[in-house]
């Protein structure tokens, strides 16, 4: 009881795992879409930094900061539209 006691403290300190929730809502600013238009992907956390894709109205931005969700950016990225490959993403 006492390990997960701890392990409770530590993932509640590292500001570890962010929910899909959070990260569509810091992503919002940045990609001009309602939080619950969002889908977020390809979510990774390293030591110091996170990082994911949020896509909305057929639109991708990649998105990072740091590993507590602080000094956040979005970035359009540059998609090439290939026939039956690209995800539900259609070209501009």
């Not at 238009?37 to 949020?54: E, K, M």
């Not at 900061?65 to 950016?73: A, E, F, I, S, Y």
Request: charge should be negative.
């Amino acid at each position: 009881m006492r390990a997960f006691a701890l392990a409770v403290l530590a993932g509640t300190l590292c500001g570890c795992v962010a929910t899909t929730g959070e990260l569509q809502a810091i992503s919002s600013g940045d990609t001009g879409c309602s939080p619950d238009a969002i889908s977020i992907a390809d979510y990774q956390l390293h030591v110091n930094t996170s990082s994911w894709t949020a896509t909305c109205h057929n639109n991708a931005f990649f998105c990072s900061g740091t590993d507590q969700l602080k000094d956040v950016h979005c970035k359009h990225e540059v998609v090439t539209y290939i026939p039956g490959a690209n995800e539900g993403l259609r070209p501009h």
